[in-house]
């Protein structure tokens, strides 16, 4: 949880490098973190002006769902924030963070699947 703003703040620099080096707006990037990723993607974002899109999915809940907004994922760090709630029982966050929030079978939890197999945090980068 500490490091999230730091692995956010360094997930900025590399995105200002890369948009320099390709000569790409800001505007054309998405970013798509999952758990701790989602918030990451978020403090990336809050550093970024008019960074195009955030994609949460599952963005973690314990504790986080009671902070402020400055400090996780929330819909105005990005020009487009959306969320995809899919495990809101056990570990996601159950509050809407974007600008829509979807929720999965209600966003509790889905049929077939165990909490214990899903303990990957990914965040990924995309580029239109």
């Not at 709630?85 to 600008?99: D, I, K, L, P, R």
Request: proline share 3%.
């Amino acid at each position: 949880m500490v490091n999230t703003r730091v692995i956010g703040a360094m997930v900025a620099a590399q995105i200002e490098s890369i948009q320099k080096a390709k000569n790409i707006t800001l505007e054309s990037i998405q970013i798509i973190g999952h758990s701790l990723g989602a918030h990451v993607s978020g403090f990336a974002g809050k550093r970024l002006d008019s960074l195009g899109r955030i994609t949460g999915l599952d963005p973690a809940g314990p504790l986080w769902n009671i902070l402020p907004t400055n400090m996780r994922l929330w819909k105005t760090d990005a020009l487009f924030v959306d969320a995809v709630h899919t495990s809101s029982f056990a570990e996601g966050m159950v509050q809407a963070v974007g600008q829509i929030d979807f929720y999965v079978n209600g966003g509790v939890e889905q049929p077939g699947c165990l909490s214990d197999n899903l303990k990957e945090y990914v965040l990924f980068l995309v580029f239109q």
